[in-house]
């Protein structure tokens, strides 16, 4: 057999007491989140209008930016890049007919030079009376540090000129 | 009473709902909006900044004209022919040997540029971003001009003395307009007159140009940064080795009835 200690009256009072406290409160938080969530709604339609303003004057800016001085100060900027890239190319075309005359030899003399800058290579067509002069001619070339490769080609005698025909395929170093 | 039990838990119920399925993305899009906004708002500083940045660049344009000229004059618009013609014939005339031929061939671009640039798509449409070579750095990596100049070949003939053609030479070398001679063949058995004195020479020359930029695709040149010229060190250059001849040519008059008469 079970006694029932608490009374009806005390029951009821507990009751009161926790809805009449906890009641406003959930109220009170209910009512917070919806004003949050209208004024986070209304700020985001309010930034929406700003972004598209920003964006506005930023499509206004860029017309004035490509139609405007932009153009001109690019295209000068570009050549000025180009140019340093065209100034590194230069060559003294000089330097090798300086390097030429320097060392060949007197009993020696060109009848023709074919110079290819593209691929450095030079062509020589030389007459001399001997041989003994073509292989000192190599040499000659093969000393000078212009040269990376000094290469014989073909020869012959004109007998009636009593003159040595020789080719000579020299490199310039790069 | 009953009711009132109930209310509580239905409005913490609601809050919470309210809360995740409202409150929440509301508040995430909010703060995406934000910074979006922000971006807005550097991208709106950020271009004016650079239209000051290129008034400025524009102005320092009309106070150093002498310089622009030097530069458009090494690197031209467009292929001239006349020019390169007057060139040719001005420095042959100077050093008195004679011109059997000239010839200019039509242009074209390198085949191995060594640098495209990100956005440029064609000749005319130089994109801002893709000239981002202003830098030192990419400028020291390349030796040949890059895709968008044109390049084309002015052959030449002449016959004279040998110092007379070392001299054409040399003052080709350094004519105020880009070129670089390609191929050179300086011939004994060539001349005509049979002098042991006159020789032939045959030059094959590299000029360039660069076609006027037209569109400008972004903003992402070094220059608009900056809002200066990356110009002292090419002047210096130019001043130093290309100081020969600059074509300066006029037509005169023209105009005859009769266009057959000589």
Known sequence: MSINLKTNSSNNNQEKINFGKALPFAVIILVLILIAYFALAYYSKKIDAQIIGEQEIYSQKMEEFKKGDAKEALDFQNRISESKNLLLQYENNLDLLDEIQKYILPEVYLVKISADFDSNEINLDCRTTNYDYVSKQILSFKNSAFFSKVEAGDSNIVAQEEKVNFKLVLSIKK | ?262
């Open chain 2, 1 to 262: 009473m009953k009711v009132k039990i109930l209310l509580v838990p239905l409005f913490l119920v609601s809050s919470i709902t309210i809360f995740i399925w409202l409150l929440y993305p509301t508040f995430s899009e909010f703060r995406e909006k934000k910074n979006d906004l922000l971006e807005a708002q550097n991208q709106v500083a950020d271009i004016e900044t650079k239209l000051e940045k290129t008034s400025i660049l524009k102005k320092e344009l009309s106070n150093n004209s002498l310089n622009q000229e030097m530069i458009y004059s090494f690197l031209p618009e467009a292929q001239n022919e006349e020019e390169v013609i007057d060139i040719l014939n001005n420095i042959a005339a100077s050093e008195g040997v004679s011109i059997s031929s000239i010839s200019i061939d039509k242009p074209k671009a390198l085949i191995e540029p060594t640098r495209v640039s990100t956005e440029d798509s064609g000749a005319n449409s130089l994109s801002a971003s893709g000239f981002s070579v202003g830098s030192e750095n990419a400028e020291a990596n390349t030796f040949v001009p890059s895709a968008n100049v044109r390049n084309f070949i002015a052959s030449m003939r002449v016959s004279g003395s040998y110092e007379r053609i070392r001299n054409v030479i040399g003052k080709l070398n350094k004519t105020k307009r880009f070129n670089r001679i390609r191929v050179l063949s300086i011939n004994k058995n060539n001349n005509q007159d049979n002098d042991a004195n006159v020789l032939s020479l045959d030059l094959e020359i590299n000029f360039n140009y660069l076609e006027k930029v037209k569109t400008v695709n972004s903003l992402n040149n070094q220059i608009f940064t900056s809002g200066k010229f990356n110009l002292a060190s090419v002047i210096e250059s130019l001043e130093q080795y290309r100081t020969g001849y600059i074509s300066n040519l006029n037509s005169g008059n023209s105009g005859k009835s009769n266009p057959f008469l000589p």
